[in-house]
């Protein structure tokens, strides 16, 4: 067994800082081979464009459970019959060398399976976020990972986008005066009542799960600290529609240097797409902060600007993360780094079960 690399145990906002400051390395033209397990909405209209668009990485298999989806993506992506797999013939994958990274766009309590079995397969794996429903998986699909002496992304593509990353270079380098405050937030009024996201075994939790993890994720690398303290409030107003998961949640924590957070996410209203930093010698911020394009920065000094062209965040995080494959190189978003959001999760929760702060 692989011992766990150290790199691993770095907070994200410290690896990114050292893989930006690798630069680009030579990866001698080579394209890896992603297969797409899910064909629903993220890979159909999201991963798939931006596949086409990378330099480092090319579409060279499907997982689906829908045979019509199969032939639909067969015809469109150019895939013969030898690439195109079901759930029961995922396994296979380890006998298909055209297979290097296998990325898992399934509902959130199917990650832990599939990448234990990707990686038993003996392939890289990029999983969509939150990495697993409960921090236990987490650690298993690291320990799977780790076994294959393969690695294990997570997809969080804020980490690669430039505002993200100016925002990150302010804090880092004290552009405003160090920062004291962040409060950060993303929430959408949620549909269809019969969807997995809204049942506790296929999503794990609700809006803290699916998009609180962005407000969590913005104030862990701009603070570049892991949070020792933290208290949270919940609130339905549908409780038969949130009968299994969360609906609001609002959430305070306290990192070691004394930064402070207050973060809320819910799947109640829409409205809530941004982060804030508060310094010593100004403000800046995004909003909106996570949405796949048209994000906005913005500073309290008009000789900083916060504003860069909009990029594509899933060919940027699909190409960094074959770059760090084929190079060898650091990937800031690690399975460590999913774990950490799934701890502070499950710290939040239990702060709501038991109605006190909860120290990490
Ligand atoms: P979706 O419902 O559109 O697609 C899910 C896919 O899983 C479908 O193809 C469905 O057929 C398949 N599936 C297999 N077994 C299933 C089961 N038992 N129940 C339901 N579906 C099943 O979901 P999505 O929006 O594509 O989300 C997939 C993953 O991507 C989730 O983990 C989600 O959190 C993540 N996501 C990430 C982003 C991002 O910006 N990074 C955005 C949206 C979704």
């Known amino acids: ?127 969509e976020k939150p990495m697993a429903n409960t921090a236990a998986e987490c650690r298993e699909m690291i320990a799977a990972c780790e076994d294959a002496g393969k690695r294990l992304g997570v997809a969080y593509r804020c980490q690669f986008e430039p505002h993200h990353r100016e925002a990150i270079r302010f804090a880092r380098e004290k552009v405003f005066g160090p920062v004291r405050h962040l409060n950060a937030a993303f929430g959408f009024r949620i549909g269809d009542p019969n969807q997995w996201r809204l049942k506790k075994d296929l999503a794990g939790g609700g809006a803290l799960m699916d998009v609180g993890v962005y407000a969590l994720q913005a104030c862990r690398y701009l603070s570049g600290e892991e949070p020792v303290e933290i208290i949270a409030q919940e609130t339905k107003t549908d409780p038969k529609k949130f009968k299994e998961v969360d609906e609001t949640i609002v959430w305070s924590m306290k990192f070691p240097s ?15 797409n941004r982060f804030e930093a508060i310094c010593d010698q100004g403000r800046f911020g995004m909003d909106p902060a996570y949405s796949y394009g048209g994000l906005k920065g913005w500073t309290s000094r008009e000789d900083v600007p916060l504003s860069f062209p909009q990029i594509d965040h899933f060919s940027a995080e699909i190409d960094a993360f074959s770059k760090a494959i084929l190079d060898g190189g650091e990937f800031g978003p690690e399975g460590e780094d999913g774990l950490r959001d799934l701890e502070i999760v499950e710290a939040i929760y239990r702060s709501i079960r038991e109605g006190r702060a909860v120290r990490l």
């Not at 004394?258 to 809530?272: E, H, K």
């Open 1 to 127: 067994m692989m011992t766990r690399r150290p790199f691993l145990r770095t907070t994200a906002a410290s690896a990114l800082a050292t893989c930006l400051a690798r630069g680009q390395g030579d990866t001698g033209g080579r394209k890896l081979g992603w297969a797409l397990v899910g064909l629903g909405s993220l890979s159909t209209h999201q991963i798939a464009p931006a596949l086409a668009k990378t330099k480092h990485a090319r579409l060279a298999a499907i997982v689906t459970g829908t045979p019509s989806k199969a032939e639909d993506w067969k015809k469109r992506h150019q895939l013969d019959d030898a690439h195109i797999y079901d759930y029961e013939s995922f396994d296979r994958i380890a006998d298909d060398p055209e297979i290097d990274v296998v990325y898992i766009v399934l509902p959130n309590g199917m990650h832990a399976e599939y990448t234990i079995r990707a990686a038993k397969a003996g392939k890289h794996v990029f999983c």
């Open 258 to 272: 004394g930064i402070t957070a207050s973060c809320q996410t819910t799947y109640a209203y829409g409205g809530m």
